[in-house]
C-alpha cells in the first residue's frame, strides 16, 4: 500500500474526473457532489480530480470553482477518516498566469496535491512562452501536464515542448490525451529522453484506455508504462475502471496477453465513443458522462451550466446501446446510494 498521495500517483492509479452536479433548475447540489466523490472513494479510485473538463471549466464564471473543489476535499477527508489511504487530489487548473497561479495558491490551500495544467486559454501563444507560464505555476504547486484533445480547446505541441516541460522540476505527471498516436509518442519519448524516471505517465486517451495501459513504450533502450488514468470515462463504472487496472498491473509482469484484452479496448472505445458522442465532434461529451450518472441516480440531471450544451440527436440511443454491452456499477451503486446521499 502506497504511504504517500506521491506514491500512489506514481504506482499509477484510476483518477475519475469528477462532474459536476446540477439539479434540474441548473443549480449546483452540494448534497448530489457529495455522493458522487464517495463514490469514487468507495469504488476503489486511487484519486480525484475537480475543476478539470469534465466538472465544466464554466464552474469559474459561475463563482463555483471554490465551493465544489472545497466540497469534495471535505468529502475525501470525511472518507479518509474511516478509511485513511493514500487518495490524490487533482484540481483544474487553467487561464492566464495570473488566474492560473491564483487557482493553483486556492487548491493547494484547500489541500489539493497538484493541478492539472490546461492552457488552452493560452493555446496561440509561443511553446516558449506556454512553458514560462507552467514554469510560474510550478512554482506554486506541483504540476499535472496536461496535452489536451485540440476538439475540445487544446492544441499540437512538439516534441521539443515536452522535452523542456520536462526539465520543469516539480512536474509530476503528465496526462497524454490527445487522442493520437503520434502525439502520445512525443509525450512518452520526451519523458524518457529527459531521464526523469519521476514523472508519472496518465492516459487520457478515452478512445484507446485499454492499449495505452498495457503497452510497454521502449525507446532509446529504455522502457516506460502508462501507469494509470485520469480520464472522463472512468467517471463512470468506477468500480470496473479500478479492478481493470489492478488486472492490467498483473499482467505487466507476463510476456503475452490474451486477444480478449483487445477485443476489451475495441469494446470500451466503443462505449466511449457513445458517451463523449464523437461522431458529433464530441459536442455531447460532457452531457453523455452526466446522463450515465444520472441513469444511477448518482447525478440529480444530466443539465450542463450551459443551456446549449445537450446530448446530440440520437446519442440517448446510443447510450442505451453500449450499456448493455458493458459490465457497469449498477449493483454497487444501488446498494450504497442512500447512504451516499444521505453520509454525514
Not at 463512470?236 to 476489451?264: C, F, G, H, P, Y
Request: proline fraction near 4%; charge should be negative; charged fraction near 20%.
Amino acid at each position: 500500500m502506497p504511504e504517500s498521495w506521491l506514491e500512489q500517483l506514481c504506482e499509477g492509479t484510476v483518477i475519475p474526473a469528477s462532474p459536476l452536479a446540477l439539479d434540474k433548475e441548473r443549480q449546483w447540489s452540494p448534497q448530489y457532489q457529495r455522493a458522487l466523490t464517495r463514490y469514487y472513494f468507495d469504488a476503489g479510485a486511487g484519486g480525484i480530480a475537480v475543476g478539470v473538463h469534465t466538472t465544466q471549466f464554466a464552474i469559474r464564471d459561475h463563482d463555483l470553482y471554490e465551493p465544489v473543489l472545497k466540497c469534495v476535499a471535505d468529502a475525501i477527508e470525511q472518507r479518509q477518516a474511516k478509511d485513511p489511504r493514500p487518495f490524490v487530489r487533482v484540481a483544474g487548473i487553467c487561464g492566464d498566469t495570473q488566474q492560473a497561479c491564483e487557482e493553483a495558491r486556492l487548491a493547494k490551500s484547500l489541500g489539493y496535491h497538484t493541478g492539472l495544467l490546461t492552457t488552452n486559454a493560452i493555446r496561440e501563444k509561443e511553446e516558449t512562452e506556454i512553458l514560462d507560464h507552467c514554469r510560474s505555476v510550478a512554482e506554486v504547486m506541483p504540476v499535472f501536464g496536461f496535452y489536451l484533445h485540440p476538439a475540445v480547446g487544446g492544441r499540437v505541441y512538439s516534441f521539443q515542448f515536452w522535452l523542456e516541460f520536462c526539465q520543469i522540476p516539480n512536474v509530476v505527471a503528465i496526462k497524454i490525451a490527445a487522442f493520437n498516436r503520434y502525439q502520445t509518442l512525443d509525450v512518452i519519448r520526451a519523458v524518457i529522453a529527459s531521464g526523469r524516471e519521476d514523472i508519472a505517465l496518465y492516459t487520457g486517451n478515452d478512445d484507446n484506455i485499454i492499449n495505452d495501459l498495457l503497452t510497454p513504450f521502449r525507446f532509446d533502450g529504455q522502457q516506460r508504462w502508462i501507469v494509470g488514468g485520469l480520464l472522463g470515462q472512468w467517471a463512470i463504472w468506477t468500480q470496473q475502471a479500478t479492478e481493470m487496472l489492478n488486472e492490467i498491473k498483473n499482467l505487466r509482469q507476463q510476456r503475452s496477453i490474451s486477444v480478449d484484452w483487445l477485443a476489451a479496448n475495441a469494446s470500451l472505445t466503443d462505449a466511449n465513443a457513445a458517451i463523449f458522442d464523437a461522431a458529433n465532434s464530441f459536442a455531447g461529451c460532457v452531457p453523455g458522462v452526466n446522463e450515465m450518472l444520472h441513469r444511477q441516480g448518482l447525478l440529480p440531471s444530466n443539465l450542463c451550466l450551459d443551456p446549449e450544451e445537450t446530448l446530440s440527436t440520437g446519442q440517448q440511443r446510443e447510450l442505451d446501446r453500449v450499456t448493455a454491452t458493458q459490465p457497469t456499477d449498477d449493483a454497487f451503486i444501488a446498494a450504497h446510494l442512500e447512504n451516499w446521499l444521505t453520509d454525514n
